[in-house]
Each structure stands twice: as C-alpha cells, then as structure tokens.
C-alpha cells in the first residue's frame, strides 16, 4: 500500500509563488508516475501534470504549457514537487497528489491512490 502526503499550500496573492511538494512511501513499484491535479472551488478534479520515474511527462493544464508551473521528480526518495509561479486568483483551489503505476495520464479516472491535499488560496 501507497501513502502519499502533500505539503506547500498556502494564501499568497496574485503574482507571488508556492512550491507544492508529495512524498510517497510504503512499496512503490520500479516504474511509477506522479501527477498533480487542481480542484477548483465547485468545480471537478483536473490534471494539471504528471512526471514518470522513467522520464516520460504529461503536461494537462494551460498553467504548465505556460510556463507558470513547473514539475520535478526526485526518484531517490519519491518526491514530487511542483513550482508555482506568477500565481492567479483562479489558481484557488485543493492541489491533490496521485501515483499510479507507469501511465502517464492527466484523468483523474486513471488514479486510485491520492493524498489528502493541500490547499491553495491566491487572493487579487
């Protein structure tokens, strides 16, 4: 079994920067990916990236295609972390880990083990 726990929420306001971090642990398979996902206030669960101990990524939300967000993986102790930059009042919302093993998919669908989240308020 998988736990995973995130850390690095908090209230910031527009512009400023948070950096998200999840930690997995108990028996993680050789092959593995991590995903962030955004859920807004009344609004469903979304991919916002996913980064495999392999190297293949998944980039799922504008916020990353625009460089605002950035993902890093560090295999040694199965930490995910995501930069967040240039930050956004609709960047509101619960930021919530997911591992799966070895599919790089941004649907939420595709996940079966999540942590608990970490709350992000971005204030205009």
């Known amino acids: 079994q998988v736990q995973l726990v995130e850390s690095g929420g908090g209230s910031v306001q527009a512009g400023g920067s948070l950096r998200l971090s999840c930690t997995a642990s108990g028996y993680i398979a050789s092959a593995y990916c991590m995903a962030w996902f955004h859920q807004a206030p009344g609004k469903e669960r979304e991919g916002v990236v996913v980064?495999?101990?392999?190297?293949?990524?998944?980039?799922c939300a504008d916020s990353v295609l625009e460089g605002r967000f950035t993902v890093s993986l560090h295999n040694k102790n199965h930490t995910l972390f995501l930069q967040m930059s240039r930050l956004r009042p609709e960047d509101t919302g619960m930021y919530y880990c997911?591992?799966?093993?070895?599919?790089?998919?941004?649907?939420?669908?595709?996940?079966?083990?999540w942590g608990q989240g970490t709350q992000v308020t971005v204030s205009s």
């Open positions: 997911a591992i799966d093993n070895g599919q790089n998919s941004c649907l939420s669908t595709r996940y079966n083990t």
């Open positions: 980064d495999c101990s392999g190297g293949a990524r998944a980039y």
